[in-house]
């Protein structure tokens, strides 16, 4: 698609699978004997190894998260509007590493892999694997990479509970974490929409209890109606209106069950193209990790003690019109960071786009994610 | 249930059934060549029949809004804390007349009816009915009753809409409009919780195109999910987390794919509950029915002059955590009468309910309600 180019793309790429070898334990107490992580990196890493970046995925993010796996892609990876040559993450300046989280079904070891133990398909008994686990298995990686401590951790939504629980179990491996579009935990609602797009995806006669691939069927239906579901959430009620208002898509209303309005007509597409790239094992299994995020429990629901051994520096970001995780929720972390004496920046973005904007291009956020992540740079060692 | 019957109840009702023998004309351009209407009533008519008050239901509701069938019963009808002896609708000074929608499943003709030219059960092939409809087949109604004019005519969420389209269909016959939780139109995300519903429903292998009467099943996971879904849109965040937080049904974490809070559990019950009292195909018809609602669409879309030929003087009531119909929603109607220079007072409850708190005893709410109602007795030619 990008026939030239554009001049802020980190270009073409291309992932790297790492086998280990070595059994992690996982929260849930079952093990996992090896797995695959899936990763991409943009940049150079420095001499000292002091300038590398993580990038936590969301619910149905992945390793791609910028440039283009060809030429012919139609779309850059999921955060190109933050990663490049220039951009609030610059890879002229910063080693990033990308990866598809265990669980995931993009690469790295989930439902869809082979359990090495039975020579099948783990699908459904793939263990239910939370944000604690990501931070274990993404700390496996650095070593891997012979990075010992992140200039920063940074990721939105589920990616930010990934950096705040970095923050929080490996504090003397990051000197800063970005917490985007994020919560310190779900709220009922949070709980129950999940609630919503398991049961339709459990519910679809295609599911047969997560053993789909065995019958050569996918719950197109279920996952379809839990992505829909999920758009919602992830947009506005203006952002939907602006985008879509009450159009027709016919100009007539149909007196029918079929699709009268656009915005009918959107979710339904959305829904479709989700279906065919997305895995319903990963999507539960996902949405159970988000349910469990709850770092305070620990700490005998304190979010304040909790944060008591960070020692990163942090950056909190909320969007106006996000419901989803709305600024108050971002205020609940910088509030418990501050009780905890630490060094927090907290900005609040005027924006109309709902939870997605963290992934879009607004002016405002992505001047001061690249004010904050030029002060990172200055701070790395070796700025070869 | 009520081994003694309260004392501020309507006490034992029983429901009645108008069968009306000249044909409809719906605005999709069909007509029903015949149909019934159930209905019950509280409190005695006066002489000139001028204390009447027509309570319209939301999506889920019917004709059974006060009072008990009988002993047994575990609950009163879905208004019983508005309707009743020295309540906010005061029986002892209204004659209140409750029906059940066309198109609805508790007696009034609807899906689930035969259809007199086929002999045979509608099921989908019954035709949406729009809330001008309602209003249509609600006045048959009124003249059989031989009310020419009502002293109020009241509804919540859905039922305001109704209300909101008496005042601007029927100007001539009524005095009063209560307009309560409502909206001039759905938004676009408004839309998108019902498609997803509908989806749901239509999803379901047992619902068979709406032909699941004669297939003897019922489309129990398609209904249930939309349910659940639409008790989400009911309850605020805020009174969804006071309710449930995060508490565990068994106190731990299964990590598994069954129940682990009690807010899923919840869903759950309230689910399995409604899809043994509530038929797919009306729960289909009503969404429609809000989707198309869209009083301004016939003056081009100017909603002030929509309200132009109101004769009825208004009170229009919001609640401050209800994100279905947000209180600015309800300014929109507010604005639209002020501008076309009518009667209209508004309140704006402070209550963290949600939607639901149109349902509910909030003392400020039922407060101000009674106070217009009793101006509104008091306008009644005949207190007898």
């Not at 793309?9 to 992690?24: F, Q, R, Y």
Request: aromatic letters at 10%; glycine letters at 8%.
């Amino acid at each position: 698609m990008p026939v030239i180019m554009p001049v802020d793309s980190v270009g073409l790429v291309s992932p790297t699978t790492l086998h280990i070898d070595n059994p992690i334990t996982l929260d849930c107490g079952r093990s996992l004997p090896s797995y695959d992580l899936v990763y991409e990196t943009y940049g150079e890493l420095n001499a000292d190894k002091s300038n590398a970046v993580l990038i936590c995925h969301a619910l149905s993010g992945d390793h791609h998260a910028a440039g283009y796996h060809d030429m012919e892609d139609k779309k850059p990876g999921w955060w190109d509007s933050a990663i490049g040559p220039g951009k609030a993450i610059d890879t002229n300046q910063f080693f990033v590493v990308s990866l598809n989280n265990l669980g995931g079904c993009k690469g790295s070891t989930g439902p869809n892999s082979i359990n090495p133990e039975t020579e099948k398909i783990y699908g459904p008994d793939f263990p239910i694997v939370t944000v604690s686990d990501w931070v274990k298995s993404q700390s496996v990686l650095a070593d891997q990479l012979e990075i010992t401590q992140w200039a920063a951790v940074i990721g939105g939504s589920l990616g930010g509970m990934q950096a705040l629980q970095w923050a929080i179990s490996l504090p003397e491996r990051l000197r800063h974490v970005l917490i985007i579009a994020a919560a310190p935990k779900l709220s009922a609602q949070n709980i129950a929409f999940n609630e919503v797009a398991r049961t339709a995806i459990k519910a679809d006669p295609d599911f047969h209890d997560g053993h789909y691939a065995a019958h050569d069927t996918l719950p197109r239906h279920g996952l379809g109606l839990a992505r829909m579901l999920g758009h919602i959430t992830y947009l506005s009620d203006e952002a939907m209106g602006e985008k879509f208002g009450r159009e027709l898509r016919t100009g007539t209303i149909n007196y029918g069950y079929d699709v009268d309005f656009q915005i009918e007509s959107y979710l339904r597409y959305q829904s479709s193209n989700f279906v065919e790239r997305f895995d319903a094992n990963t999507y539960l299994l996902m949405t159970k990790a988000l349910d469990y995020f709850d770092p305070a429990k620990d700490f005998d629901d304190d979010l304040t003690a909790t944060m008591a051994n960070i020692k990163a520096k942090c950056l909190v970001v909320s969007f106006t019109s996000d419901w989803r995780f709305s600024p108050k929720r971002s205020q609940e972390i910088v509030n418990a960071l501050l009780n905890a004496g630490k060094q927090v920046s907290y900005a609040e973005i005027d924006a109309h786009q709902g939870h997605d904007a963290f992934l879009m291009s607004i002016a405002r956020y992505l001047e001061i994610f690249q004010t904050y992540m030029q002060q990172v740079a200055t701070e790395c060692g070796d700025n070869t």
